[in-house]
């Protein structure tokens, strides 16, 4: 918000606050030598300020120009690049001045109209301008437009949950952040869940809900039962029978429940044994689905995008139906396990054909229609990690969170926050040591201190926001211990 809009809402709003009825005090008023009058501000007043909630300083470094720039401006910025490649420039030497731009302009036009007549001439004339203008903006900074921040207030309320890992050591922290985007959104159709089944096994798992939220909030609640079930089936078929502890934490509350189970970690040594008890826990939990419980509509029922990881000590093994997807951070790459099963995808446009209805071509559900059993497949895809030293994090996401940010600037913020988080407490432990503070002390207020994941969560979800998300915002993110 600029000088002049923020003088303007101040102004509006003292006039508002004064009442017709009420008498000014004449002190307020001074009476000049010509007889007119004029108002002065009384001494005892003071200016009104809007309460404007404060944006975070997200900040990245393009790698195309080598500038930063604010996280709300993402999409000015990719169409300052695009504007650069029409107007065949290098992305890192930019035109400096108008003139150079007026020349390259004239020049293009001159090839334009060589190349193309009619109504083709016409668009590229138009796209010519376009370009031309937003190159203009970057190099006259009186012409620069500020982006419109218009989730402000959402943004600063931004919240991440940590959530409770007892035994894992292989894991630093867990947390989940979710807003629901109100400007854009009127409910919410993310659903996560989390599990540990036993010291070393935890089970994540994030659902985007489509046509109603029947088969997402089934999934939360029976999946991990059924999951269970196929764990002991193996177990059996190993003669490998242990009885652990199983913590679940369902996502309509942040409190666990303990309930008793039997499972052996020792089952989820193989890869092919994960994508067998997977799938067969995916088939089982969609054939209940097919019974149409609690569904209302008569022509499509209810169905979800999943994405879920089972972290078995240093191994990881993922997923993914739909366009919820997974993302792992290491060292100085980022790269998503998962695969993207919609429309966008040409290998399963190919598949489902040009006239599907649509978006997503994989999920849980979809039943109800028959028209739609033989496209949209149960069929999800599956990988497997080992993790080393230089894994940082997994981020599980919702669609809400890909359609504004791309990897390599989740990889970036992911990386900003760990530097940033590892500063802090490095500096609050010195000043700990300096004061003498015994370690009970010094693990209580470490405690009561922002955990890494949670960091990151809610800075992920606040730069969703500011990049221009449409939808809701759901992420899950399991840092990892650095031993």
Request: net charge neutral; glycine share 4%; proline share 4%.
């Amino acid at each position: 918000m600029n000088d002049k809009e923020s003088s303007f809402e101040t102004a509006t709003t003292t006039v508002k606050s004064i009442k017709l009825d009420t008498p000014v005090p004449v002190s307020s008023y001074d009476i000049s030598e010509e007889g007119s009058i004029a108002q002065t501000p009384s001494k005892e007043e003071e200016p009104v300020v809007p309460d404007v909630p404060l944006v975070p300083d997200l900040r990245l470094r393009c790698k195309l120009c080598k500038e930063f720039y604010h996280v709300a401006e993402t999409r000015q910025h990719k169409e300052y690049h695009k504007a650069l490649e029409f107007m065949k420039f290098q992305h890192d030497e930019p035109p400096l001045s108008l003139d150079h731009l007026l020349k390259r302009r004239l020049g293009l036009i001159r090839y334009l109209k060589e190349k193309n007549t009619g109504f083709a001439l016409y668009h590229a004339i138009e796209k010519l301008d376009a370009s031309f203008d937003r190159i203009r903006r970057k190099i006259d900074i009186s012409r620069h437009l500020e982006p419109k921040i218009i989730n402000r207030e959402e943004v600063s309320r931004v919240r991440a949950h940590s959530l409770p890992i007892p035994w894992n050591q292989d894991v630093d922290s867990v947390a989940v952040c979710l807003t629901q985007n109100k400007n854009y959104r009127s409910t919410t159709t993310n659903l996560w869940s989390f599990s540990s089944l036993s010291e070393s096994v935890d089970h994540f798992s994030l659902c985007d809900a489509d046509h109603g939220l029947n088969a997402a909030e089934r999934f939360t609640t029976e999946f991990n039962e059924i999951l269970i079930e196929e764990f002991n089936l193996l177990m059996k078929s190993k003669e490998n029978e242990t009885t652990t502890t199983r913590t679940t934490t369902t996502r309509t509350s942040i409190s666990p429940t303990i309930t008793p189970t039997t499972m052996s970690s020792s089952s989820l040594s193989n890869y092919r044994d994960f994508q067998q008890i997977y799938y067969n826990s995916l088939k089982k939990f969609d054939q209940n689905l097919r019974y149409g419980e609690n569904e209302k509509s008569n022509s499509l029922w209810s169905g979800c995008s999943t994405v879920s990881v089972i972290q078995y000590g240093r191994k990881i093994f993922m997923a993914n139906l739909g366009d919820c997807q997974c993302l792992v951070v290491r060292g100085k790459k980022e790269f998503f396990l998962s695969e993207v099963h919609t429309t966008k995808n040409k290998k399963e446009r190919k598949r489902v054909g040009k006239n599907f209805p649509l978006f997503r071509t994989r999920g849980v559900g979809y039943h109800g229609n028959k028209n739609f059993d033989s496209s949209i497949m149960l069929a999800p895809h599956t990988a497997s990690l080992n993790l080393d030293d230089t894994c940082h994090c997994i981020v599980l996401g919702s669609p809400g969170l890909w359609e504004s940010l791309s990897a390599a600037t989740i990889g970036d913020l992911v990386r900003q926050n760990i530097a940033k988080y590892t500063y802090k407490i490095s500096e609050k432990k010195i000043q700990l040591d300096d004061l003498q503070v015994s370690s009970a002390e010094h693990e209580q207020i470490h405690a009561e201190e922002k955990t890494m994941a949670q960091k990151m969560s809610e800075c992920l979800v606040q730069a969703a926001l500011l990049a221009g998300s449409t939808s809701n915002i759901t992420t899950l993110v399991v840092a990892f211990s650095d031993q």
